[in-house]
């Protein structure tokens, strides 16, 4: 063979061998053009979400609803005004999703982001409008105050963001250094007024059942229904009583036996009482009851008795002489007297109801206590007292917590057995009290508002500025454990404490803790703070802009459904157990921890290429691999040349 054939059969190996590179290397920048396009374009995207979600924290609010989401909502096509961003409904009420798609050099990339508009009343563990509010333990969830915030005992942990209009004060053992705020803290908060928001005549036009005026009710939770008593008001009837005195009738010169003292120093045994803090952490941890207050303590003042000797001077008897005396001569004296007597009203119905919707009473509630398993608000115009557990219950029996009325089995802690599809709200003008038949260890799931009065232990009392004091006989119960809201104008306090920290009516220990699902899903017709929130915006590139996932813009695909992986991000955000009640947007104005997110972000880039999105991704790079192999097949060719 000659030197010829074999040069010739070289340079073919090598121009075949850089053909297929070269080849690779047009397909490989043809791919990284098309990624980049398509990255600019997902991009795009964002900044437009980023723009309409601008729009809509400016916008102003009519009857609690955002104008801007209302007025695109209502539109055709649904688009935020002054941008290409399409809004949907997404979930439950008030869940929204923003959409946008961009096109970029043959590419489309997609953004998404959800949307809450308001924030339910029931993002609150505590709301105070005109009193201080004192809190102590380990309360969750977000706690305000329009007046003074005050923390009672050292080591308070506050699992939620907390702020006051007039600052925070440290009382009982704590101090700046031994209080720990989780989730942030605000002493010089903007003042708020939701509580006049609330309107009564809405949620009457709105409920299931509307009881008749001027008739007291007795309501009974029964897991699936509800149980209505109506009776007549009671009555004050005056009736003469017949009652018998003493009475002086004359004087008469008797023989007095008197006693001489004298006074000496001697030992004394005395009795005395001391206060010891008994801690129960371990035993009734995570706090919750309301001391002087709010909060929730994990231990309390013990009044101990001991007996101690003391020098003292001693009156001592030293004999007896006897007098001479006028002394007055009594009698007994009948008479009548009118008396104010409370005469029992009679019951006017008894009717049981299915558990769902608004039940709106007029006048006052004096009974409310049971077991639900259902959504239910109880709306008054008057008072409200609890009078035993409030507890949810689903269809297997399992209540929501596992310890709520047995304190001393340890933390309250959750039921993982528990199926959750309950919600109750309480609403009331007046005052909403715990009674004094109560159990002595109490537990309350669901959400309470008093727009007028105070949410407290029955007895308790208030003057103007909050200061409370007890108005009859004293009752001191184990613990109050709550899982809910609590909203009300006056100070809320479930405990009354002397000036040496001693429990002296009310609840010893508890806990309490916001329900974080009823702000995704709140009792029926509970209102909402005009408050935005936003979940993180999601970048989708490429095929996950296209009904057929090729990666080609399609002008039939609707931009609302079309876009491929929403289902995918609405499983995520539900993995995420987002926290609306630490983390939402007022405006502009960072209340909570969670802050809006630029393009370009960390946060971002994580959410647009974790968990199902991202493994949509790599499905498009392996079809890229494929187009590769069949471009080494022309080398082979090459090699048979040969």
Known sequence: MTAMPICLVVVAGVGATMTTFLGRAVVEQN???????????????????????????????????????????????????????????????????LSSTNDFGMTVGAASCLIRDGLSYTAYNYYV??????????????????????????????DGYVSAGSGFAYKSGAT??????????????????????????????????????????????????????????????????????????????KLVTKTNYRYEWQWVSTKKTKKTWIDTTGTVAGGGTDVGGGGGTTGYWLTETYWEDVWTKVKIPDGT?????????????????????????????????????????????????????????????????????????????????????????????????????????????GDIVYGRSAPTSLEINGNFVSTTGTIAMEGIVLDGAGTPTRSGSASVKTSLRRFGSVMCNKRPVATLIDTSGAVTHGFKAGASAYDQSALNDPPPGFPNEETLAFLETVRFNG??????????????????????????????????????????LKKGVREGTLERIDPGSVVQRRAGTGGRTGTTGTTGTTGTTGTTGKTGTTGKTGTLGQ
């Not at 996950?544 to 992986?565: E, F, M, Q, Y």
């Open 321 to 429: 002489y006897e007098v001479l005396e006028l002394v007055p001569v009594m009698g007994t004296e009948t008479y009548w007297e009118n008396q104010n007597q409370t005469v029992a009203g009679a019951l006017v119905s008894t009717t049981s109801y299915p558990a769902s919707g608004i039940f709106y009473f007029p006048d006052a509630i004096r009974v409310l206590q049971g077991d639900l398993n259902g959504k239910v608000t109880v709306v008054t115009e008057s008072t409200a007292k609890i009078t035993s557990h409030l507890r949810y219950i689903d269809a297997q029996n399992d209540y929501a917590y596992l310890n709520g009325t047995t304190p001393a089995s340890g933390d309250y802690a959750a039921n993982p057995a528990f199926a959750r599809n309950h919600a109750l709200g309480v609403i009331a003008k």
């Open 31 to 97: 791919r990284i053009m098309k990624e980049a396009a398509s990255e600019r374009a997902a991009w795009r995207a964002i900044g437009e979400i980023e723009l309409a979600k601008n729009v809509i924290l400016n916008s102003s609010y009519t009857d609690g609803k955002n104008d801007v989401i209302v007025a695109a909502l209502a539109a055709d096509p649904p688009l935020i005004e002054g941008t290409p961003v399409a809004i949907e409904p997404a979930g439950p009420s008030r869940w929204y999703r």
């Open 129 to 158: 409008e005109s009193h201080n509010l004192g809190v102590s333990g380990k309360p969750k969830g977000r706690i305000f105050t329009n007046k003074t915030l005050e923390f009672y005992f050292a080591d308070g942990a506050y």
């Open 176 to 253: 700046a250094e031994n209080t720990t705020f989780l989730r942030g803290a605000d002493a010089a908060a903007a003042e708020k007024g939701l509580l006049g928001k609330i309107d009564f005549a809405g949620l009457k036009a709105q409920a299931a059942y509307v009881a008749p005026e001027n008739l007291v009710a007795e309501v009974r939770l029964a897991k699936t229904t509800l149980q209505v008593k109506l009776y007549e008001k009671d009555s004050v009837q005056v009736v003469a009583v017949q009652k018998t005195r003493s009475v002086q009738i004359g004087t008469e010169l």
């Open 543 to 584: 095929s996950h802009a296209t009904s057929a996932g090729g990666g080609v813009p399609d002008a039939g695909v609707n931009r609302l459904t079309g876009l491929k992986g929403f289902d995918e991000l609405r499983d995520w955000t539900t993995q995420q157990r987002f926290d609306w009640g630490v983390n939402d």
